[in-house]
């Protein structure tokens, strides 16, 4: 069935906001039936209806979930519908990042092609800590993802998506960046977040140019990153890398932090 096509699509904000499915305003353009029952796309879905319980360091249904002092994984039993918590223990310095097909990349940003994602997420806390939802080249799941206490990313993976850092913990950036080249920041501060409050976060990669969408909502252009910003021509920007989703958190002073996931989607027309 295709899951956009059928969707019903509020107009307000705080509708959207509301609304727990995949983002309509960020799908409408997805031809997701047409890319499944034919071949010409790769689609990605998971809702984490069913999970196992792993240490660090483990696989489980085509994920791998690496940190240090990482959380067990854990379905959580008062959500419908799946929920997976991943989480950092209390210790200064602990991460943990789950990402899905880490040997080989799912998608990649490529002229031309259109790609979409997008991930319903809540976290526990919003302050000492550091968070990156989105995509990111194979293997990015390990120790040291984000670097420090400071949070930062490490430099040298491929990714496209929103992070936190421990100096604005609050404050949720859209970013991407290219290997070894300076951070692509698209939007400092796209969403303040609260602690326990789900977000929906995604973007639409339209083959030349990259929309970030908050809560369904697309963010507005800025002086540093416009509409018309052909992303391809830049740089720092991950063309022609292999990614795969990827969630990480990291507690910066001393307390436990987790990370709620409520659903992931991909779609790419396949090169």
Not at 146 to 162: E, P
């Amino acid at each position: 069935m295709n899951k956009v096509e059928y969707l019903y699509q509020p107009t307000h904000a705080l509708m959207q906001t509301a609304f727990t499915q995949p983002s309509p305003a960020l799908w409408r353009n997805c031809p997701w039936a047409e890319y499944k029952m034919y071949g010409n796309g790769i689609t990605f879905w998971e809702d984490f209806l069913a999970f196992p319980a792993t240490a660090e360091d483990a696989t489980g249904n085509g994920w791998l979930y690496a940190g240090v002092n990482a959380v067990t994984t854990a379905l959580q039993t008062d959500q419908v519908g799946g929920v997976i918590r991943i989480g950092a223990t209390g210790a200064t310095h602990d991460e943990c990042s789950l990402q899905y097909s880490t040997i080989g990349g799912m998608v990649k940003f490529t002229a031309g092609k259109p790609l979409w994602f997008e991930a319903r997420v809540k976290p526990s806390a919003i302050a000492a800590q550091g968070l990156f939802i989105g995509l990111a080249e194979e293997g990015a799941a390990a120790d040291e993802f984000m670097v420090d206490t400071s949070a930062v990313l490490v430099t040298t993976k491929d990714m496209v998506g929103f992070r936190t850092i421990a100096a604005t913990p609050t404050k949720l950036d859209a970013i991407y960046q290219k290997g070894s080249q300076t951070l692509g920041s698209v939007k400092t501060g796209a969403v303040t977040m609260v602690a326990t409050e789900w977000y929906k976060l995604g973007y639409y990669f339209d083959g030349r140019k990259l929309y970030y969408y908050t809560d369904g909502v697309e963010l507005p252009a800025t002086t540093t990153h416009p509409v018309s910003q052909t992303i391809l021509t830049g740089s720092t920007f991950p063309d022609g890398e292999e990614v795969s989703p990827i969630f990480a958190v990291k507690t910066t002073a001393g307390v436990v932090k987790y990370l709620d996931i409520d659903w992931v989607k991909v779609a790419m027309e396949r090169p």
